[in-house]
């Protein structure tokens, strides 16, 4: 689901109300969406749940200068960046063991376009995107599932946007490849 700028100001116009419901499904909105990139960060699915947990626990608090920010979702993604980052400084000699990637934790990202199509292809088109490499699918969500341009995710990331062009291009011949084997009725992986 591709979240409106408007409808989260909305949101959290809202909580600044102290509307717990607002708050509820700007949560139910955004989590999916944060848990996915703090996991870039931590490889846990323990510890993302609890940063994620944290960053929303301090949007809460903030919920009265929420409004006053220009880049609103470049915010909220950059308070989840910082809070791994924390995390990572604080516990830098202490090695967790990295838990396999939990599939059923994620939402289903797929876009209205995405429903007209059959549901072989849409787990054809999810597989191939859970093929790429870590960074690549991070980069590759973050542009097409959660709308931020190249230069956003490259801030984020930290890394030039250069290069969120030459992952884009890799996840992209990736999955067309996977769709022109799908309609050509070959069974070839990548």
């Known amino acids: 689901m591709k979240l409106k700028e408007e409808e989260l100001r909305r949101l959290i116009q809202l909580m600044e109300k102290n509307d717990g419901k607002a708050f509820e499904d700007f949560f139910n909105i955004l989590y999916p969406r944060f848990y996915r990139y703090a996991f870039l960060y931590v490889k846990s699915d323990v510890l993302c749940e609890e940063l994620v947990s944290d960053v929303f626990l301090k949007l809460w608090n903030l919920r009265h200068k929420l409004n006053e920010i220009k880049q609103l979702e470049f915010y909220l993604f950059r308070s989840v960046k910082n809070q791994a ?42 597989e191939a995107i859970s093929r790429l490499p870590d960074k690549c699918q991070v980069i590759f ?50």
């Open 85 to 126: 980052i924390t995390y990572l400084k604080r516990n830098s000699n202490h090695h967790e063991e990295i838990t396999e990637y939990n599939q059923s934790n994620l939402v289903d990202y797929r876009e209205p376009e995405s429903l007209m199509i059959t549901a072989e292809l849409s787990k054809k088109i999810e």
């Open 141 to 190: 969500r973050m542009v097409r599932e959660d709308g931020l341009s190249y230069k956003q995710v490259a801030a984020l990331l930290e890394i030039s946007p250069k290069t969120i062009e030459n992952q884009m291009n890799t996840a992209l011949k990736r999955l067309r490849l996977i769709i022109g084997n799908y309609y050509k009725g070959t069974k070839s992986e990548i």
